[in-house]
């Protein structure tokens, strides 16, 4: 049995145990990026709060009106990132590891680290550190609300992406090597800048058009999943535990079907359509025959 073998496995054996990452709203459409405080310097900031719900009953959050209040600068940079590398490193062991530094940050610091393929395994590993350096604000009366306010994000490229060099910045990637990172660092801050949170089964399109990720890319949002175990949260003996989150880049017609029927719903035509952990460009999409249109 191969790693991505035994990956799916896990996820299948973690199905059981999502409840503990509840999920299902949706982190809004937001056209613009607008600044938000930090949680913790406004201790009395309310939780996002919405009377709009999906046709599979996930709460949606929109975020177009959100006011700006001005750039603030990091308080704590890097609170649980030690943890996060030493817990990375054990899941993927004997990989070379680089950093994307951030040069400058807004609310959090968000590094986006780079683990290079092995002969066995041949892809990169990517994930964020920074995103956990404050709580997400997550709504009043959530089930396990404390345990799920602080996060990390991760995925897998092929071994063949252009992920940059060690010696460089990635802005010095084209846009099509570039994107990922991109939309790690974006989702990372994203809950920090809009008073909200993200965590399983969220979904998140790219503006109210499903726009493409990148010219020649047809994924037009975000679907974020919770693979359970090891990879699923770090466990922190000394404060609080960091979930980790899989970024799924999926295109307009899978978004708009786990609006309809919910995780479960999706979860069933990926595992059905043997969705690859390892993101593939130009994979089919596992929803193209629904064409409902959603209000």
Known sequence: MGFLDRFMKKKTDAAGKQGNAPGGAEPGRPDRRAPVEQEESRPGVQGPKTDEYTPGGSPVYRYEDHQEEGFQPPVDVGVYAKLVEEHFSRLFPDRGHFIYH?????????????????????????????????????????????????????????????????????????????????????????????????????????????????????????????????????????????????????????????????????????????LPLVLDIHRPNLCADFTEILD
């Open 102 to 274: 951030e040069m400058i940050s807004d609310r959090v610091h968000v590094d986006v680290h780079i683990l290079r393929p092995t002969e066995e395994q041949n892809f990169y590993v990517l994930y964020t550190t920074g995103m956990s350096d404050l709580p997400m604000t997550l709504p009043e009366g959530l089930e396990n609300r404390e345990e799920l306010r602080y996060a990390e994000l991760f995925l897998f490229l092929p071994g063949s992406w252009n992920v940059g060099e060690e010696s460089g910045t990635a802005k010095d990637l084209p846009y099509e090597s570039y994107w990922p990172i991109n939309m790690l660092k974006f989702l990372a801050r994203f809950p920090h800048e809009y008073h909200t949170w993200l965590g399983f089964g969220h979904t998140m399109p790219n503006g109210p058009d499903y726009a493409p990720m990148c010219e020649g890319v047809g994924f037009g949002g975000i679907v974020l999943d919770w693979l359970g175990k090891d990879f699923g949260r770090v466990e922190n003996p000394e404060g609080h535990d960091v979930m980790l989150y899989y970024v799924i880049p999926a295109y307009k017609q899978e978004i708009e079907y786990k609006l309809k029927y919910g995780m479960e719903g999706l979860s069933k035509r990926f595992s059905e359509g043997e």
